[in-house]
């Protein structure tokens, strides 16, 4: 059990795990889209997926919230991206 899933209620469960777009995920997490690429070729970003034969590139919401959790990139009043320092940017 993670720590999201006390939090969703049972009629929007299916959204923290929908996989999103690039671009859904710049504006969730507030990296922008090139660190995102970054991130995916050098690792040490979010978990994604590139189905097989496409170049299609989804991340899941629940994975997305996770690694900003993880990293302590958020604060708890303003969903703001932090530095590395965890001080808001």
């Known amino acids: 059990m993670t720590k999201f899933d006390y939090q969703i209620h049972e009629p929007y469960s299916g959204w923290i795990d929908e996989f999103i777009t690039t671009d859904e995920a710049k504006r969730l997490t507030g990296v922008p889209t090139a660190t995102l690429i970054t991130m995916r070729s050098r ?24 690694w900003m959790f993880s990293r302590g990139v958020l604060t708890n009043t303003s969903m703001t991206p932090a530095n590395d320092n965890g001080e808001n940017a």
């Open 43 to 66: 690792g040490g970003g979010p978990v994604f997926v590139n189905p097989i034969g496409t170049r299609l590139i989804r991340y899941q919401r629940r994975a997305l919230f996770e």
